[in-house]
């Protein structure tokens, strides 16, 4: 589960960083 959520912290942090 660890690995999944590192996941969608990475994804949620590129399309942060795409946003700004």
């Given amino acids: 589960m660890?690995?999944?959520e590192s996941d969608k912290?990475?994804?949620v942090t590129l399309s942060?960083?795409?946003d700004s």
Avoid: H, P, R
């Fill in 2 to 4: 660890k690995g999944t």
């Fill in 9 to 11: 912290d990475k994804l």
């Fill in 16 to 18: 942060k960083q795409y």
